[in-house]
């Protein structure tokens, strides 16, 4: 027999019993059930029951054995008496009676627990990550990630593609974050990064000839933690394609994702025939370039609703800045004083001064001549303004109304939603038609509300698309069972850096702008506005609220890249030393080629159902990018700065 085991602690069957067996494990826990000892036995396979009373000569030894020892039993496998059988375990029609038991190692006392799910501090557990590691669910959060990124081989060789090996020290390249320097010793005083993402040894890849690349690729980024990005280091799925236009790798990525969610989703929905959702839009629709879908809140612009009206508040910014304008975010069954109070201190608690509101009611009073009134006033606009579908539709409506009026009034039932009262500050002082008029456009109804958020879009959207957000939660509007995918298409391909004065990329700088460099000279000419329009092949993937993958069509002619950088402020000559592989590999023959790149831990973490990516990671630093199990970063000796040129210069105490 083995040295160790005969079987792991995940084998053991019915068909087993009657048979000597030998196993190896850790002791998971211990139970004294009238003086007969059962030993949870646990390997990286499963659990087994062992058994020892005081007629085995392992008796003595099992007595001694506390949670985490490492210990090998020998014994007869045996059927579990009648109504003990544990049908949650593949070993629990069986259990090994135990012979003789071997410590292989003790166990000192447990900072972190391991058995069930202890709600321990992370940094705790992040010093003692390999006892964290051995929990069930953490066990398995990794494991399971194996079997994703091996299932995402197999898709990739199976469409095509090559895994491609890229270096790992590399030139500092601007990828939108801190690179990671590395100082050379042979050549003093200069450094290489560790690459922030493998994008242009993928592009020259292309260049090469390979046609389609894909690398599982380790990524570097000196960058503040995020619940959704861990800090230092990360993986991500990295391809490439040559000879493609956006459409080639949306058809070939699309269905690969969806497979692969479909794999691991546990029975979770997944979007097929993914929504195709302009930047521009998911910002006025969502409030984020990386909508949650499963929401189905849509914010909308209801500027002209204000403009010129009874809220002062809005009127008067409106009239005074033509930049403002103001959206609405619609709230079905939030419809009640006590929600959008709630609402409003949570807005305070975001930083701003509160959050407007208006929501439908049964009216105490009712007049139908004062509502028939304002509902014909409302007909009549829809009229002068050409809406004359929309008037049909109220006219009808109203007729409608009233049907439903005569019977169910008496009875104070319920009253047709469009004879529903408009109720809160802004509904008094907006009155009746305009409130009217926003619930027509919302198709609200009874116990519903319209929140508002007003000033300029550029200052304001990503709050707007927090309330969203927090709506959804609050209402319980998120479909949990669904993982909602979409393409984010046309990123501006400029922005505007506040803080250096200067136009800046607001993507990846490789890109294509739309329309190519007759675009970028023409947008150049008309200056930074006409700059600041300019779109590019670019897109996301966002699911469930995050952005999971990012790519692009590829900037291959050196003209246009260079063009493109110049508009920056990086000269010619600058971009040649600085990125002189690229420039000069477009020089001689370079195919239009295009990719993406999807984050391996992000994913992990939505197909895990996790919190945040440091429970999909196996060994990750802490919030302040910290390492505690190995304890990095760590001084180094004056010796090794040495052999560097390097000099440490303490930071200027504020």
């Known amino acids: 027999m083995h040295r160790y085991r005969s079987h792991t602690c995940g084998a053991l069957r019915a068909s087993d019993i009657g048979s000597v067996s030998r196993l190896s494990g850790w002791v998971h826990r211990v139970r004294d059930h009238g003086g007969v000892l059962f030993i949870d036995l646990r390997d990286h396979y499963g659990v087994t029951q062992v058994v020892a009373d005081p007629d085995s000569a392992a008796f003595k030894t099992a007595e001694a054995v506390r949670s985490e020892w490492v210990i090998r039993v020998d014994g007869r496998v045996r059927q579990r008496p009648e109504g003990t059988t544990n049908e949650e375990l593949p070993t629990g029609e069986v259990e090994l009676y135990a ?4 410590v292989l190692s003790e166990a000192k006392e447990l900072p972190v627990p391991v058995f069930g799910e202890p709600d321990y501090p992370e940094d705790l557990r992040l010093t003692y990550r390999f006892l964290d590691l051995r929990r069930e669910t953490l066990h398995g959060i990794i494991m399971k990630r194996l079997a994703i990124t091996r299932s995402i081989r197999t898709r990739m060789h199976e469409a095509g593609f090559n895994e491609f090996p890229t270096p790992i020290l590399t030139a500092s390249s601007p990828e939108g974050a801190r690179d990671f320097l590395v100082p050379s010793r042979i050549h003093a005083g200069r450094f290489y990064a560790l690459p922030q993402a493998p994008q242009q040894y993928k592009q020259l890849l292309m260049v090469s000839g390979f046609d389609r690349y894909f690398q599982i690729a380790p990524c570097f980024r000196d960058e503040d933690p995020r619940a959704d990005r861990l800090p230092g280091e990360f993986y991500q799925l990295d391809l490439e394609m040559s000879f493609v236009e956006q459409e080639d790798i949306f058809q070939t990525m699309e269905p690969i994702l969806t497979g692969l969610y479909e794999e691991f989703s546990d029975g979770k929905r997944v979007d097929r025939g993914w929504a195709r959702i302009p930047y521009d839009t998911a910002i006025a629709k969502y409030g984020s370039d990386k909508p949650d879908l499963r929401n189905p809140i849509e914010m909308a612009d209801v500027t002209e609703h204000f403009r010129g009206s009874g809220f002062k508040v809005f009127a008067g910014m409106i009239e005074k800045d033509p930049k403002v304008r103001v959206w609405a975010i619609p709230a079905p069954g939030g419809g009640s004083r006590a929600f959008c109070d709630r609402m409003n201190a949570w807005a305070q608690k975001e930083g701003q001064p509160g959050l407007g509101y208006i929501f439908w009611r049964d009216p105490e009073k009712f007049d139908l001549d004062e509502r028939r009134k304002a509902i014909q006033e409302l007909i009549g606009n829809y009229e002068a303004r050409g809406q004359t579908d929309r008037a049909a539709d109220l006219h009808a409506s109203l007729a409608k109304a ?14 047709p939603k469009l004879f529903l009262e408009a109720a809160g500050p802004i509904a008094k002082a907006l009155g009746a038609v305009r409130s009217l008029d926003l619930r027509e456009q919302f198709d609200l109804g009874n116990g519903d509300a319209l929140f508002f958020a007003a ?14 957000d927090e709506i959804g939660r609050e209402l319980k509007l998120i479909d949990e069972g669904r993982f909602a995918f979409a393409w984010i298409v046309d990123f501006p391909f400029y922005e505007w850096s506040e803080d250096e004065k200067k136009i800046d990329f607001s993507h990846n700088p490789f890109s294509m702008p739309k329309g190519g460099r007759e675009a970028l000279e023409a947008a150049e000419k008309e200056g930074r506005d006409a700059l600041l329009g300019l779109k590019a092949n670019q897109y996301d993937v966002v699911c469930n609220g995050y952005e999971i993958a990012s790519g692009s069509v590829r900037n291959h002619s050196p003209e246009t890249m260079v063009k493109a950088f110049e508009i920056t402020g990086l000269g010619r000559e600058e971009v040649e030393a600085r990125f002189g592989g690229l420039y000069r590999a477009f020089q001689y023959g370079a195919p239009p080629h295009g990719g993406m790149a999807a984050g391996i831990e992000r994913m992990v973490m939505l197909l895990t159902g996790t919190k945040t990516v440091r429970d999909v990671a196996l060994f990750p630093m802490n919030q302040q990018a910290a390492d505690l199990l190995m304890g990095a970063p760590s001084e180094v000796t004056p010796k090794q700065l040495r052999e560097l040129s390097i000099r440490v210069v303490a930071p200027e105490k504020k």
């Open 455 to 468: 000033g300029d879009p550029a200052r304001f959207y990503k709050f707007a698309g927090l309330a969203r």
């Open 402 to 415: 009233e049907a439903e009026l005569t019977q169910h009034v008496s009875k104070v039932e319920r009253y």
């Open 99 to 102: 012979s003789e038991i071997e």
